[in-house]
């Protein structure tokens, strides 16, 4: 059973850090591209970040470029976004991703993890 785990998540303030991590287990962790997502409130959930399985290509949204870095360690099966500069705007739950294996499938979420900017 495919399982994705968050954690790290917390309250910081405007131009703080926090290093969010994804636990994987179920499947072969190093032969999938990963994703990091968010979603604010009354906002739609959006993709923040991505890391191939090798880990040598990584993509990011705008709105985070230069302040966020995404990696991982395939023997931990473990992905990290490290956060810093943190704005306000980056409030949201933050989940960890993965496609699924067939079209038509459920693709694997985490449960999130929370991540509150605020002064």
């Known amino acids: 059973e495919v399982q994705l785990v968050e954690s790290g998540g917390g309250l910081v303030q405007p131009g703080g850090s926090l290093t969010l991590s994804c636990a994987a287990s179920?499947?072969?962790?190093?032969?999938?591209?990963m994703r990091w997502y968010r979603q604010a409130p009354g906002k739609e959930r959006e993709q923040v970040a991505a890391?191939?399985?090798?880990?040598?290509?990584?993509t990011y949204a705008d709105s985070v470029k230069g302040r966020f870095t995404v990696s991982r360690e395939n023997v931990k099966r473990t992905m990290y976004l490290q956060m810093n500069n943190l704005k306000v705007e980056d409030t949201a739950v933050y989940y960890c991703?993965?496609?699924?294996?067939?079209?038509?499938?459920?693709?694997?979420w985490g449960q999130g993890t929370q991540v509150t900017v605020s002064s």
């Open positions: 991703h993965r496609y699924a294996d067939s079209v038509g499938a459920a693709d694997y």
């Open positions: 179920g499947f072969t962790f190093s032969l999938y591209t």
């Open positions: 890391i191939s399985g090798d880990g040598d290509r990584a």
